[in-house]
């Protein structure tokens, strides 16, 4: 009975062994296997046949036999680490050039497909071996083409200047996620973060992750940790743009310009007819209000009732896109902490100070004052050119303009700069319209 069991699995296994591979493999061996099980089991036959204690002694050969006889686990083969940039390459182009032109070909008498700036990241799909020297095929947003690689840095150098221009960020992909103070949920909240808000990211520690929220009107940055499994991460690299796609951005700045201008135009227009209002209301005012002596023989006539004041005008659509076409004219410009020059760097509140500033509004120069200026609303009644306001813990520490279509302008972060973001409503602690 023992010995029938022992030749059936002995059996078996060597039959597994045999088989594993591709099915055409398995006719092939077929042959090789009746003979492998057939030899093996006269040979355990035999060995049962001489032996007075089989299975003991079958257990004890097993156990001393020589490792070389034994199942050894096969030694894991290590795969050599690709580094993410062995591929990439990053511009270094001087201030005197500005960008670098992309061609179609790898000769400076190509057709120019594109531009690419100082420190944008692109791949290098092939090398080519020029008369000038070596020109690289790249693939950079959506252009292809190719351009001499003196004007890129690649392998560990191209990592390391990477590493330092590549902006990271997370996206949080799930509402009502909870800013915290420390890498823990026993800590205490900050915040609320909701799902589509976009971050910069400060540091990584094993589950969390730590974000900026910018900086509040004393200067302390607002960061905190959330955990990883909550937002998507990813880095950012500017990258080279087609002549079209180039030419599309100074059309819309040219057009942005111009819609600023025609409503600057329309709200001087404006402020002159209230102007006007004001000075026709006042020499009403005067004239009803001059004295008239009645005759003595007669009864003092009844003063005649004064005018109704006549309304200023409500601020016009016009004006409030100048005011948001004049913002967006900033898209892209730098985040200074403390700066005031609109094109050249400046935060969040020095940025609605200064479009504000260009219509004659005069606002305060922190966020935290800019809140308590102009009249109070609902985020229901929002309107182009009003202001939002977030808060932490009830401090305010940011400002932006609502531009219309659920979308905010503002000065986001020294890695963002000023630029368009979706309005989340259940993120708004205050919003205040000036106009």
């Excluded at 089991?41 to 006889?69: H, I, R």
């Excluded at 050249?344 to 800019?370: E, M, W």
């Excluded at 520490?397 to 700069?417: C, F, L, P, R, T």
């Excluded at 409503?425 to 919003?431: C, I, Q, S």
Aim: glycine fraction near 8%.
């Amino acid at each position: 009975m023992n010995r029938n069991r022992i030749l059936v699995t002995v059996g078996c296994v060597c039959a597994s062994v045999l088989i594993a591979g591709t099915p055409s493999a398995k006719a092939a061996n077929k042959v090789e296997i009746d003979s492998a099980v057939a030899g093996l089991s006269v040979a355990m036959n035999n060995f049962y046949a001489g032996t007075e204690n089989p299975e003991d002694e079958l257990k004890d050969y097993l156990q001393s036999a020589p490792a070389a006889v034994q199942a050894e686990p096969e030694a894991p083969v290590e795969e050599e680490e690709v580094s993410p940039y062995e591929n990439v390459a990053v511009s270094q182009v001087g201030d005197d050039e500005g960008y670098v032109n992309i061609r179609m070909d790898a000769n400076t008498e190509a057709e120019v497909v594109g531009k690419i700036y100082n420190n944008c990241a692109a791949t290098i799909v092939d090398t080519v071996s020029a008369e000038d020297g070596d020109w690289y095929k790249i693939q950079s947003g959506s252009v292809e083409g190719y351009i001499k690689s003196d004007y890129f840095v690649t392998g560990d150098e191209a990592e390391q200047v990477a590493m330092e221009i590549g902006k990271s960020y997370a996206e949080v992909s799930e509402g009502g996620l909870r800013l915290r103070e420390e890498p823990t949920t026993e800590s205490g909240v900050i915040d609320t973060l909701w799902q589509g808000d976009i971050y910069t990211v400060v540091d990584q520690e094993e589950d969390f992750i730590k974000l900026s929220l910018g900086q509040d009107d004393a200067g302390n940055d607002v960061a905190g940790y959330v955990a990883k499994e909550y937002v998507n991460t990813y880095v950012k690299f500017d990258e080279a743009v087609s002549l079209e796609e180039e030419q599309a951005r100074l059309e819309e700045e040219a057009r942005l310009e111009e819609e600023a201008r025609e409503a600057e135009e329309e709200l001087r227009r404006v402020e002159e007819q209230a102007g006007e209002s004001r000075r026709e209301e006042s020499s009403e005012r005067q004239e009803t209000e001059a004295p008239s002596r009645a005759p003595e023989t007669e009864a003092p006539a009844a003063p005649e009732p004064a005018p109704e004041p006549t309304p200023a005008p409500e601020v016009s659509d016009a004006s409030r896109n100048a005011v948001v076409a004049y913002a967006l004219q900033f898209q892209g410009c730098p985040y200074v902490y403390g700066g005031n020059s609109l094109s050249g760097g400046t935060d969040c509140s020095g940025f609605v100070k200064g479009v504000y500033a260009h219509f004659g509004i005069n606002l305060p120069r922190t966020s935290r004052a800019q809140a308590g200026v102009g009249r109070t609303i609902s985020v229901g009644e929002l309107q182009p050119g009003d202001l939002i306001f977030y808060a932490s813990g009830g401090s305010i520490y940011h400002v932006a303009m609502y531009i219309g279509g659920n979308q905010i302008v503002h000065a986001i972060d020294e890695s963002q700069g000023i630029g368009v973001t979706p309005l989340i409503p259940g993120k708004v602690y205050r919003a205040v319209s000036i106009l």
